[in-house]
Each structure stands twice: as structure tokens, then as C-alpha cells.
């Protein structure tokens, strides 16, 4: 299956999860896992910058739109889409984002998958709830709601990711 296909066919499915999903259960006010930072995380790591964020910006404003809070997932993803490069490079190194590729955990390793992806997820999660609440009065409901949900998401992220990997056939 072409690439291109499988990441129309990615954007789509999470952002289905995400919106009849994820957005309609209510397990508390602390957990709210965000499946659609899949799109922005599994994206080839040799992506020009413009067109990361670009892509990054379209799926929040499909967010935006589907879920009915405007501005709030465009500010989020795109600047988690913006630091990506960086924590790219941090990461998972220089000579792996020099190969390519889709960064998952099969590709890059377990660890350098988790903190590659953990650090997206707290820019994400800081930023959604940062705009969300806008109001230093409630620092401490912010704080835990950032926490849980950035955890929540991983382990949302982990499943996608191991779903999204293409399996080779065995060789024997």
C-alpha cells in the first residue's frame, strides 16, 4: 500500500477514534487521551518542516471542528508539531532521523520511542490545557489533568503505533 494512502487512511482513523471515541467517554475530568497526536507522531521523520506543520495544522482544525473548541487543537498540535524536529534529534539521534523513516518503537527502540513520544505529548498536554483553563486559579487541577492525560495518551499512542507498524513477513 502506497504511503500516502496509509497516512490518509491513519488521519482518518484516529481522528474517528478520537472524535466518537475517546471525546464520549467520560472516565473522569483527569483523563482524556488524545489519539489524533498519532497522525503528527508517526509522520516520516525526513518531512520537510512546512509541511509537518502544515499537516499538524489541518488536524487540529479538523479537531476543532469536529469537537467544537475552536483554536484550541490548532495551537496544541502545532506547536508539539513544531518541536518535533528538535526532539527528533534529542531523542532518538542524529543519525537515525538521518535514515528516515517512521519513528516507531520497532524502528527507533522502546525507550527512544517512549521519550520521544512522552515529550510531544507534555508539549501537547501543556499547551491544550494551558489555553483550555486560562486561569492560574486552578494551577494544581491544570497540573494533574496534564499529567494523567499526557499518560493516558502513550498508552493510546503505544497501541496506534504498533498498529500503524508494517509487518514484514518471516523469512522461514
Not at 40 to 54: D, S, T
Request: glycine share 8%; proline share 4%; aromatic share 12%.
Amino acid at each position: 500500500m502506497p504511503r500516502i494512502l496509509q497516512y490518509i487512511l491513519l488521519f482518518l482513523g484516529v481522528s474517528v477514534l478520537q472524535i466518537f471515541l475517546l471525546d464520549n467517554l467520560q472516565w473522569s475530568l483527569y483523563l482524556h487521551p488524545f489519539a489524533y497526536l498519532a497522525f503528527v507522531l508517526l509522520l516520516p521523520m525526513e518531512i520537510k518542516g512546512y509541511l509537518l506543520l502544515l499537516l499538524a495544522a489541518g488536524m487540529g482544525c479538523t479537531m476543532d471542528f469536529l469537537s467544537g473548541i475552536p483554536g484550541v487543537n490548532t495551537a496544541a498540535v502545532t506547536a508539539m508539531a513544531f518541536c518535533r524536529p528538535t526532539l527528533l534529534q534529542v531523542f532518538v539521534g542524529k543519525e537515525l532521523v538521518g535514515d528516515g523513516g517512521v519513528p516507531n518503537a520497532a524502528r527507533i527502540g522502546t525507550g527512544k520511542f517512549l521519550r520521544y513520544a512522552t515529550g510531544l505529548t507534555l508539549i501537547h498536554a501543556l499547551v491544550f490545557y494551558t489555553l483550555e483553563t486560562l486561569s492560574a486559579h486552578q494551577l494544581a487541577f491544570t497540573f494533574l489533568r496534564i499529567l494523567s492525560s499526557t499518560a493516558s495518551t502513550l498508552v493510546v499512542l503505544w497501541c496506534i503505533q504498533l498498529l500503524f507498524v508494517n509487518r514484514k513477513p518471516s523469512s522461514r
